[in-house]
């Protein structure tokens, strides 16, 4: 957290009211620059300031309250089926998760408007070091801080709740501890589906008016809803995406930790051997700053081709400089052997196994993000095979962008069966948890570059907005094609530990029930009636949350293409090319935030409401067939999603960066429609998949024991199992 603060100190210190000599004798002369440049940049970058808050401050207002019925119900339920105590308890760290999820979020928000601006300021300077390393200052106040702040509160927590148990009930601690990670989930999901559904009915709108009808380039002040589309970088890209993978680390975390309580001789092996996966996150964070320095001072971006290589290169030498840092960990931290009471039998594990799990885990993420990277980059074959398809038409890009999306899928869930295979031979569930601990081990550097992409989109708009020069908003675009790229490793990092934490959760779900049943026999039968068919009940629940998320970005895109073009036709001089008339932003902002409000609800509580009636109903054998089958689709569902829009969006860019034949022509246009169609895919539906499958399973883990306290397990209908 300090790192984050000194990185910050950089970026304040440069000022919106600087500029050059020359600048300001252009400025006297009439020109475009100096003052009057400086206005519409500050003038721009308090609209979309205004923006993120008001929709923030609207959005946790909501979840304020849903935070508090919830925290009811959970105090309610587990009260009833435990005792008070750990009712408290739990919904204490629940409370605790969504504040620091609450406060993640909008550190990072706050954070990327304050510096999109100074990126753009930094692009027009010579070269493109400093702009990148200004947004890639930023990325790292949102990794740092965020990472820093939720190992700090999760084990503050954990000395808070030792002090009232002992020892042999450890597990039951721990069991209170897992709100924490239902918390931040909650708040993730909301941040997720209403930060998407904003920025996607947004960035539609403004394209299928602007661009596609009228020809108004990206980001043209004239377009009303340029503004709103600006304001969801941040509320949906930053703030949902910050409180996602915040998600992702409680979750991972809070299962090791389930499953380690009931392992004795990390018992008895102490406090450090039990949080070894807050260690491995520790040293990750270590790791991480420590390779900062590579990008920006080791290997600095001194010309555009290097943009992506330097992010590439962060990625790869965290990961590779984790092995040795987790290697040291568990050989200081770790019993030399350790029995795991396994699902279906008891595994002997050693420090080795454990470091071979997280090894795992953060190599098989980096090779899930460096896939990505070759399925969404602008510089590899599928995204210039998807180039080539627009020039016979918007229908032949889109059949090519789909098969390129399920093509996508291949590897990550090549690596993901690996991964699972391995540590669950290794250490069981234990190892899986550790995995998915291993694979969020950098989380500082994913994040940084994931919130980098978001700034440079901003500086990019901001300087179409201000009329700044064509080589400032040529370098902000390169630097947003590059961001395009690191999102889109960054969805597919979230993606896979999302699969593997929702995997890591279910076995700490199994491992509550067979403690509450005092059946060591406890496991999961796919082939027993009731689980099968929630099986197939759960892969649809991903298809389900799809169509009502996409249909919410319809509807509300609708809407706003009405209010534009209304303004269009109320104001007809909007239309025309260097017009001082300004459209009326404040109307298409509260659009987006009106509709992501009203939108949020449903998704959101198909979410969470489905374990809670499947265990409640129909008893734990329907939630175990449940979890089972929103993992397994949902995780092919999210990648073919989220790979299929990032590459419709860097085929549209590189199509724009053409010296002829690019912007306005048919190719572009065709371009243009499938970048329309892939928004809500890459940054609604597909990144929020990842939600469904980890708050399903963190939920049924926090109830379990309500679960098995109604009719034994069976639920209220008593249905026969066999």
């Not at 002992?166 to 239902?182: A, F, N, P, R, V």
């Not at 499947?614 to 329907?622: D, E, P, R, S």
């Amino acid at each position: 957290m300090a790192w984050a603060a000194y990185q910050f100190s950089i970026i304040n210190a440069i000022k919106l009211d600087d500029y050059t000599a020359d600048e300001e004798k252009a400025a006297l002369k009439g020109g475009r620059g100096g003052r009057r440049e400086m206005a519409l940049l500050r003038e721009t970058h308090e609209a979309i300031s205004r923006g993120a808050e008001a929709f923030l401050r609207a959005e946790y207002s909501i979840c304020a309250i849903f935070v508090a019925v919830f925290s009811v119900i959970i105090f309610a339920f587990i009260s009833w089926s435990q005792n008070a105590a750990l009712g408290f308890l739990t919904t204490l760290s629940f409370v605790l998760g969504a504040a620091t999820s609450v406060l993640s979020g909008y550190i990072g928000m706050r954070v990327a408007v304050f510096s999109n601006v100074r990126t753009t300021l930094s692009a027009k300077k010579e070269g493109y070091a400093e702009c990148f390393n200004t947004a890639f200052r930023a990325g790292s106040v949102m990794g740092f801080a965020l990472s820093g702040l939720g190992i700090l509160v999760l084990f503050l927590t954990l000395l808070f709740f030792s002090t009232f148990f002992t020892q042999d009930k450890w597990i039951l601690m721990m069991e209170c501890i897992s709100g924490y990670g239902l918390g931040g989930s909650s708040i993730a999901m909301f941040g997720r589906v209403g930060g998407g559904i904003y920025t996607k009915a947004a960035d539609v709108g403004a394209d299928l008016v602007g661009k596609v009808v009228h020809g108004i380039p990206e980001d043209d002040p004239r377009n009303p809803a340029t503004i709103a589309d600006n304001v969801g970088d941040n509320v949906g890209d930053v703030a949902g995406m910050g409180a996602d993978l915040f998600g992702s680390f409680a979750e991972s975390t809070c299962a090791a930790l389930v499953i380690a309580a009931q392992t004795q001789e990390l018992l008895n092996a102490g406090w450090g051997a039990v949080c070894f996966p807050l260690v491995v996150s520790s040293a990750g964070i270590l790791v991480c700053l420590a390779s900062s320095f590579l990008a920006t001072h080791i290997y600095p971006v001194t010309t555009e081709n290097r943009i992506e290589l330097a992010l590439r290169l962060q990625l790869i030498v965290t990961t590779v400089l984790m092995l040795p840092a987790v290697h040291w960990a568990a050989q200081s931290f770790l019993p030399e052997t350790f029995q795991i009471e396994g699902v279906a039998k008891t595994v002997t594990a050693t420090r080795g196994s454990a470091f071979l799990c997280v090894a795992a885990g953060a190599v098989g993420g980096l090779i899930i993000g460096l896939s990505t990277e070759y399925y969404t980059s602008k510089v590899f074959v599928p995204v210039k095979g998807l180039v080539e398809a627009c020039r016979t038409g918007a229908a032949t890009n889109i059949i090519a962008g789909l098969a390129l999306g399920y093509k996508s899928v291949i590897i990550p869930v090549f690596i993901l069966a690996f991964i699972v295979w391995l540590s669950f031979e290794l250490c069981d569930l234990y190892g899986v948890a550790l995995a998915a601990v291993g694979m969020l081990g950098n989380l500082a550097t994913g994040l940084t570059i994931d919130a980098y992409g978001p700034v440079c989109d901003n500086a990019g708009g901001i300087a179409e907005m201000a009329h700044l020069p064509s080589e400032v908003r040529h370098k902000t675009d390169a630097l947003d094609a590059a961001g395009n790229t690191t999102a889109a490793i960054g969805k597919g990092f979230a993606i896979g530990s999302a699969a593997l934490v929702s995997l890591a959760l279910y076995g700490a779900f199994v491992v509550r029930i067979r403690v509450a049943s005092s059946n060591s026999d406890t496991n999961v039968e796919i082939l027993q009636p009731m689980t099968f068919a929630f099986l197939l009940i759960g892969s649809m629940l991903p298809y389900w949350f799809s169509a009502l998320t996409m249909k919410s970005v319809g509807d509300a895109a609708m809407e706003m293409v009405h209010e534009v073009e209304h303004q269009f036709k109320m104001n007809p001089e909007l239309l025309h090319e260097g017009t001082e008339a300004r459209p009326d932003y404040e109307r298409c902002v509260d659009i987006s935030t009106r509709s992501a409000l009203r939108e949020m609800i449903a998704p959101g509580a198909l979410v969470m409401l489905a374990p809670l009636l499947a265990g409640t109903l129909f008893g734990v054998h329907a939630v175990y067939g449940l979890l089972t089958g929103a993992l397994l689709s949902g995780v092919q569902l999210a990648v073919s999603m989220s790979n299929t829009g990032g590459a419709w969006d860097n085929a549209k860019k590189s199509i724009e960066a053409m010296p002829s034949g690019g912007k306005g022509s048919d190719l572009h246009k065709a371009a243009v429609v499938g970048d329309t169609v892939g928004d809500p895919l890459k940054d609604t539906s597909g990144p929020a998949l990842n939600i469904l499958m980890k708050l399903m399973a963190i939920i049924s883990l926090v109830f379990a024991d309500f679960f098995f306290a109604v009719n034994g397990g069976n639920g209220l209908l008593g249905m026969p199992l066999n």
